[in-house]
């Protein structure tokens, strides 16, 4: 088991739209369950597909167990037993030294920018990219698990 430390941005958009980009990956992933105590997500990616069983999050950091798993088991798992389902592009930018990762969400989800950073600690300090805007860490409306239940789009 890892412990994943997270922290969660909002994107100022007007600043994100002038930056340059990579290219990003195409993300879709669904949720075989969630609650407060934990969640079990299928993603797939370009190349890739994974199992991750999440526990509760305190403060900014939660238990997390990931697994690669075959794309095709993973497809059939997000269209026959997936509860909820999201799908983004996902920007990898260094920044300072430091891996951000930016989802830019479609769908119902169509028009939210979040950044986030994982850390190795809670008590890491980390420069804030021109790009990121208020913090949104502590608010779970910005969990993946939380958006495939209540798109953004429905606030």
């Known amino acids: 088991m890892t412990t994943e430390t997270e922290r969660k941005f909002l994107v100022k958009k ?14 879709r992933q669904g949720y075989l369950y969630s609650d407060v105590n934990k969640t079990i997500r299928i993603r797939i990616t370009s190349v890739k597909a994974y199992l991750t069983i999440k526990g509760k999050t305190i403060g900014a950091s939660r238990p997390e167990f990931e697994f690669e798993i075959p794309k095709e088991d993973a497809e059939q798992m997000l269209n026959q037993m997936a509860e909820n389902s ?24 169509e028009g939210l920018l979040l950044a986030e950073i994982e850390l190795d600690n809670e008590s890491e300090t980390f420069a804030l990219p021109p790009w990121a805007g ?10 993946n698990s939380y958006l495939a239940r209540h798109p953004f789009s429905k606030w």
Request: net charge negative; charged share 45%.
């Open 86 to 109: 999201l799908e983004k592009y996902r920007y990898k930018i260094k920044f300072e030294g430091k891996l951000w990762e930016l989802d830019e969400f479609k769908g119902e989800n």
């Open 14 to 27: 007007d600043i994100w739209q002038k930056t340059e980009k990579p290219i990003p990956d195409f993300y």
């Open 134 to 143: 208020e913090e949104v860490t502590q608010d779970n409306r910005y969990f």
